[in-house]
T-cell receptor, first 117, second 113 residues
Framework: AQKITQTQPGMFVQEKEAVTLDCTYD???????LFWYKQPSSGEMIFLIY??????QNATEGRYSLNFQKARKSANLVISASQLGDSAMYFC??????????????FGRGTQLTVWP | ETGVTQSPTHLIKTRGQQVTLRCSSQ?????VSWYQQALGQGPQFIFQ???????GRGNFPPRFSGLQFPNYSSELNVNALELDDSALYLC????????????FGPGTRLTVT
């Protein structure tokens, strides 16, 4: 089974508008971390935001916020006031903090975001 | 910039050859993880090194091997290259295995012909 599911291969948003990128995850662990990364065409994976499974508040970093719904196992990324430079591939990832797989990141297939003027 | 560097940036090899990729971790980080990202896919975990010991391995054959040095830099070695090894190889450094974020380097793009 897929650990991370991103159902939107591509999303389009107009500059200055907000956009939500969907992510659902699958784990039986109680302790885990959720991440969003941005990957421009250059290839570098840029860390955006992190949410721990025990964090009660949704994480925010500038224009990025993570809408964490634990019961639904979803961790959607919200980008407010989109900018042209936000056009890139976005990956959701999960880290399990216990067991034989601890420490590794599981990635989804990504969502290609295009911001138009 | 994250402070994680990788070399070389690009590499072209022939099937059957061997390759070594290098990664320097961010200052203060003692853990390095390696990922393979095929075209159009998300990164796949290869293995992780913590304080010079392998600390977990993904579903990759033994011809993928690694090292971590006392300064926490790391190497990924791939023997007997196959065409399917063509990918972007990313390394990520972190403080510990489960604490905090993993910061990625710019990657090495390997092409096997």
């Amino acid at each position: 089974a897929q650990k991370i599911t991103q159902t939107q291969p591509g999303m389009f948003v107009q500059e200055k508008e907000a956009v939500t990128l969907d992510c659902t995850y699958d784990t039986s662990d109680q302790s885990y971390g959720l991440f969003w990364y941005k990957q421009p065409s250059s290839g570098e994976m840029i860390f955006l935001i992190y949410q721990g499974s025990y964090d009660e508040q949704n994480a925010t970093e500038g224009r990025y916020s993570l809408n964490f719904q634990k019961a639904r196992k979803s961790a959607n990324l919200v980008i407010s006031a989109s900018q042209l430079g936000d056009s890139a591939m976005y990956f959701c990832a999960m880290r399990e903090d216990r067991g034989s797989t601890l420490g590794r990141l599981y990635f989804g297939r990504g969502t290609q975001l295009t911001v138009w003027p | 910039e994250t402070g994680v560097t990788q070399s070389p940036t690009h590499l072209i090899k022939t099937r059957g050859q061997q390759v070594t990729l290098r990664c320097s971790s961010q200052s203060g980080h003692n853990t390095v993880s390696w990922y393979q990202q095929a075209l159009g896919q998300g990164p796949q975990f290869i293995f992780q090194y913590y304080r010079e010991e392998e600390n977990g391995r993904g579903n990759f054959p033994p011809r993928f091997s690694g090292l971590q040095f006392p300064n926490y830099s790391s190497e990924l070695n791939v023997n007997a290259l196959e065409l399917d090894d063509s990918a972007l190889y990313l390394c990520a450094s972190s403080i510990g295995t489960v604490q905090g974020e993993q910061y990625f380097g710019p990657g090495t793009r390997l092409t096997v012909t």
